[in-house]
Protein backbone atom coordinates (compact mmCIF):
# COMPACT_ATOMS: atom_id res chain seq x y z
CA UNK A 1 0.00 0.00 0.00
CA UNK A 2 1.43 3.49 -1.10
CA UNK A 3 -0.25 6.78 0.60
CA UNK A 4 0.43 10.06 -1.11
CA UNK A 5 -0.68 13.25 1.21
CA UNK A 6 -1.36 16.78 -0.49
CA UNK A 7 -3.39 19.97 0.63
CA UNK A 8 -0.60 21.25 3.29
CA UNK A 9 0.23 24.97 3.45
CA UNK A 10 1.02 28.14 5.37
CA UNK A 11 -2.41 30.07 6.80
CA UNK A 12 -2.79 32.72 9.87
CA UNK A 13 -4.11 31.58 12.46
CA UNK A 14 -7.83 31.07 12.65
CA UNK A 15 -7.40 30.08 9.12
CA UNK A 16 -8.65 26.44 7.46
CA UNK A 17 -6.84 24.00 5.60
CA UNK A 18 -8.25 20.12 4.30
CA UNK A 19 -5.73 17.70 3.65
CA UNK A 20 -6.15 15.02 1.60
CA UNK A 21 -4.39 11.50 0.93
CA UNK A 22 -4.97 8.87 -1.43
CA UNK A 23 -4.21 5.01 -0.87
CA UNK A 24 -3.14 2.72 -3.73
CA UNK A 25 -3.32 -0.72 -2.61
CA UNK A 26 -5.56 -3.36 -0.94
CA UNK A 27 -8.02 -1.85 1.84
CA UNK A 28 -9.72 -4.28 3.40
CA UNK A 29 -13.61 -4.11 5.35
CA UNK A 30 -11.45 -3.72 8.51
CA UNK A 31 -9.03 -1.23 7.79
CA UNK A 32 -8.26 1.85 9.43
CA UNK A 33 -6.74 5.32 8.41
CA UNK A 34 -5.31 8.00 10.38
CA UNK A 35 -4.04 11.31 10.45
CA UNK A 36 -0.89 11.81 12.56
CA UNK A 37 1.11 15.18 12.63
CA UNK A 38 4.81 15.95 14.36
CA UNK A 39 6.33 19.20 14.93
CA UNK A 40 9.97 20.34 14.81
CA UNK A 41 11.67 18.40 18.27
CA UNK A 42 8.69 16.89 19.22
CA UNK A 43 7.62 13.33 19.18
CA UNK A 44 4.87 12.11 16.30
CA UNK A 45 1.12 13.01 17.75
CA UNK A 46 -2.21 10.96 16.35
CA UNK A 47 -4.81 13.64 15.66
CA UNK A 48 -7.79 12.00 13.99
CA UNK A 49 -8.15 7.99 13.16
CA UNK A 50 -11.05 6.31 11.43
CA UNK A 51 -11.95 2.73 10.77
CA UNK A 52 -14.04 1.44 7.99
CA UNK A 53 -16.98 0.94 9.86
CA UNK A 54 -17.75 4.56 10.82
CA UNK A 55 -16.16 4.65 14.52
CA UNK A 56 -13.90 7.76 15.08
CA UNK A 57 -11.23 8.95 17.35
CA UNK A 58 -10.09 12.62 17.46
CA UNK A 59 -7.36 13.70 19.80
CA UNK A 60 -7.77 16.17 22.53
CA UNK A 61 -6.57 19.27 20.87
CA UNK A 62 -8.09 19.16 17.81
CA UNK A 63 -11.60 17.89 19.05
CA UNK A 64 -14.29 20.21 17.36
CA UNK A 65 -11.87 22.10 15.18
CA UNK A 66 -10.19 19.14 12.52
CA UNK A 67 -12.94 16.67 10.85
CA UNK A 68 -11.59 13.35 9.38
CA UNK A 69 -13.68 11.84 6.63
CA UNK A 70 -13.69 9.30 3.71
CA UNK A 71 -15.66 9.73 0.30
CA UNK A 72 -13.81 6.10 -1.07
CA UNK A 73 -12.09 3.15 0.93
CA UNK A 74 -8.85 4.50 -0.15
CA UNK A 75 -9.24 8.35 0.43
CA UNK A 76 -9.02 10.19 3.42
CA UNK A 77 -9.66 13.92 4.35
CA UNK A 78 -8.51 16.14 7.19
CA UNK A 79 -10.81 19.71 7.10
CA UNK A 80 -8.64 21.18 9.69
CA UNK A 81 -10.63 24.53 10.86
CA UNK A 82 -9.57 27.48 13.36
CA UNK A 83 -5.84 26.49 13.01
CA UNK A 84 -3.52 27.39 15.85
CA UNK A 85 0.12 27.84 15.98
CA UNK A 86 0.47 24.59 17.81
CA UNK A 87 -0.80 22.73 14.91
CA UNK A 88 2.27 23.39 12.77
CA UNK A 89 3.98 20.13 11.97
CA UNK A 90 4.32 17.51 9.24
CA UNK A 91 0.71 15.91 8.75
CA UNK A 92 1.32 11.86 8.13
CA UNK A 93 -1.57 9.84 6.23
CA UNK A 94 -1.46 5.84 8.10
CA UNK A 95 -2.96 3.32 7.30
CA UNK A 96 -3.85 -0.12 8.80
CA UNK A 97 -5.37 -1.95 5.54
CA UNK A 98 -6.80 -5.20 7.33
CA UNK A 99 -7.33 -6.65 10.65
CA UNK A 100 -7.89 -3.32 12.47
CA UNK A 101 -10.96 -3.86 14.81
CA UNK A 102 -10.98 0.15 15.99
CA UNK A 103 -10.23 3.69 15.44
CA UNK A 104 -6.82 4.31 17.33
CA UNK A 105 -4.52 7.03 17.92
CA UNK A 106 -1.46 4.42 18.65
CA UNK A 107 0.83 4.93 15.79
CA UNK A 108 2.43 1.30 15.65
CA UNK A 109 -1.07 -0.27 15.14
CA UNK A 110 -0.25 1.29 11.80
CA UNK A 111 1.53 -0.78 8.91
CA UNK A 112 1.70 1.95 5.95
CA UNK A 113 2.80 5.62 5.91
CA UNK A 114 2.96 8.53 3.37
CA UNK A 115 5.84 10.84 3.60
CA UNK A 116 3.74 13.94 4.96
CA UNK A 117 2.92 17.23 3.90
CA UNK A 118 4.10 20.27 5.57
CA UNK A 119 1.49 22.54 7.46
CA UNK A 120 2.77 26.09 8.68
CA UNK A 121 0.14 28.06 10.96
CA UNK A 122 1.64 31.84 11.97
CA UNK A 123 0.23 33.80 14.38
Known amino acids: VQLVESGGGSVQAGGSLRLSCVAS????????MAWFRQAPGKEREGVAS??????IKYADSVQGRFTISQTKRNTLYLQMNSLQPEDTGVYYC???????????????????WGKGTQVTVSS
Open 50 to 55: LHSEGT
Open 25 to 32: GYISDYSC
Open 94 to 112: ATRSTGCSGATLNAPAYYY
